[in-house]
């Protein structure tokens, strides 16, 4: 016996994916604002050759695609507890559209655990229709406090052991 939920309509993506780009993100950025545009560095083809088109932080996505976005940073902050801890939420930003999509991505110290709860992911994620037109996406950072060292710091004694911040844009066919 198998179930197949009948709520489920309309545009449901179910196909495999015909591209995988990951964008590397910029070494050694201050948090300067809420708002702030990530920005990448480097693109690398993993499966197929899809490179988007970048300017200062804005990911240009082509049209006749849906798109699965993953993205997220990496913060290092003092050894410091409580309030000092430094902390960071992001999300992608629909250019095109002046809004907010997906879902947000939070990190946070192990050491602030305790203060702050929340039920985001270290990753932000947001799956684009772009079947009509090209779409202008970016990563953005949504909350910040405390203190941080740097994002995608290299000059630490631990950051080899991080992922750095990155992007994954999953290119499916609808």
């Given at each position: 016996m198998s179930y197949v939920p009948s709520h489920i309509g309309g545009s449901v993506?179910?196909?495999?994916?015909?591209?995988?780009?990951?964008?590397?993100?910029t070494n050694?950025?201050?948090?300067?604002?809420?708002?702030?545009?990530?920005?990448?560095?480097?693109?690398?083809?993993?499966?197929?050759?899809?490179?988007?088109a970048i300017s200062s932080g804005t990911i240009t996505l082509t049209s006749g695609y849906f798109y699965f976005l993953e993205g997220g940073i990496?913060?290092?902050?003092?050894?410091?507890?409580?309030?000092?801890?430094?902390?960071?939420?992001?999300?992608?930003?629909?250019?095109?559209?002046?809004?907010?999509?997906?879902?947000?991505?939070?990190?946070?110290?192990?050491?602030?655990?305790?203060?702050?709860?929340?039920?985001?992911?270290?990753?932000?994620?947001?799956?684009?229709?772009?079947?009509?037109?090209?779409?202008d996406v970016s990563l953005r950072v949504i909350t910040y406090g405390g203190q941080i060292t740097g994002v995608n710091y290299t000059s630490g004694s631990w950051y080899q052991y991080s992922g750095l911040g990155r992007a994954q844009i999953w290119r499916l066919t609808p």
């Open positions: 993506v179910s196909s495999a994916p015909n591209a995988l780009t990951v964008l590397e993100g050694n950025i201050t948090l300067s604002a809420v708002g702030q545009k990530l920005t990448w560095s480097n693109t690398r083809n993993i499966y197929s050759n899809f490179s988007p990496q913060l290092e902050a003092p050894q410091a507890t409580g309030a000092n801890a430094g902390y960071a939420g992001y999300k992608w930003y629909d250019e095109t559209a002046s809004s907010y999509i997906g879902a947000r991505g939070h990190l946070y110290p192990y050491f602030a655990q305790d203060l702050f709860w929340s039920a985001a992911d270290e990753m932000s994620r947001a799956l684009i229709d772009c079947t009509a037109g090209d779409r």
